[in-house]
């Protein structure tokens, strides 16, 4: 089974910061990729996703992840952070086992609270 | 194109009592999941459906979980008894084939008293 691992629980950032998340998972197969965010009360968006190709993909609201496969990374960044961007991110995996969708597997996510 | 949807939003309901949630996925879709979010844990997957079909329900916490969907455009989760430490938001998501994006509704609030 495949697990996610994210290695900050809470980060803050002053606005126009640099950010970057990191995200590990363990599977040795195949893998579908994702970033999930969640505002304040609200449910999970898509933020970006990898599932073949360019191993740098770009995201909604100026995010980009890097799929690195020898690390078993897929770190999320974004160059120059807003206080809307306060939320909680998550970064998923599900495997690819060729039969029909599996369920993804999330990390425990981390919160980010951006500083005015 | 309408989302996920899922009812109720929000329920509060007393220990013992029967909680019914329910959802429909997005129009087409053939996968549906339930996934639980507490402070605890996190977000679990609790059960998924492909073609209506039950996959893996090894996420079900216990027996007082259930879980249906009797066709394409409907699913339930039912907890009978309920219990304090079930409450969270269930979410549930769906999605068309393996390598496509799963959506997520705006969940259900579940507080047990």
């Known amino acids: 089974a495949q697990s996610v691992s994210q290695h900050n629980h809470h980060v803050i950032l002053s606005e126009a910061a640099s950010l970057e998340l990191g995200c590990n998972y363990s599977?040795?197969?195949?893998?579908?990729l994702f970033w999930y965010v969640q505002y304040p009360g609200q449910h999970l968006q898509l933020l970006l996703k990898?599932?073949?190709?360019?191993?740098l993909v770009k995201g909604i609201k100026g995010f980009e992840a890097e799929f690195i496969k020898s690390k078993f990374s897929f770190n999320l960044r974004k160059p120059s952070v807003q206080w809307s961007d306060t939320a909680e991110y998550f970064c998923?995996?599900?495997?690819?086992?060729?039969?029909?969708?599996?369920?993804?597997?999330f990390g425990k996510g981390t919160h980010l609270i951006i500083q005015p | 194109d309408a989302g996920v949807i899922q009812s109720p939003r929000h329920e509060v309901t007393e220990m013992g009592q029967e909680v019914t949630l329910r959802c429909k996925p997005i129009?087409?879709?053939?996968?549906l999941f339930w996934y639980r979010q507490t402070m605890m844990r996190g977000l679990e997957l609790l059960i998924y459906?492909?073609?209506?079909?039950?996959?893996?329900d090894s996420g079900m916490p216990e027996d007082r979980f259930s879980a249906k969907m009797p066709n394409a455009s409907f699913s339930t989760l039912k907890i009978q008894p309920s219990e304090p430490r079930d409450s969270a938001v269930y979410f549930c998501?769906?999605?068309?084939?393996?390598?496509?994006?799963?959506?997520f509704g705006e969940g259900s609030w579940l507080t047990v008293v």
């Open positions: 998501a769906s999605s068309l084939g393996q390598r496509n994006t799963i959506y």
């Open positions: 599977y040795g197969g195949t893998v579908n």
């Open positions: 990898y599932f073949s190709g360019d191993p």
């Open positions: 998923a995996v599900n495997a690819y086992s060729g039969g029909g969708a599996d369920g993804l597997t």
């Open positions: 129009s087409g879709h053939n996968s």
């Open positions: 459906f492909n073609n209506n079909v039950p996959i893996d």
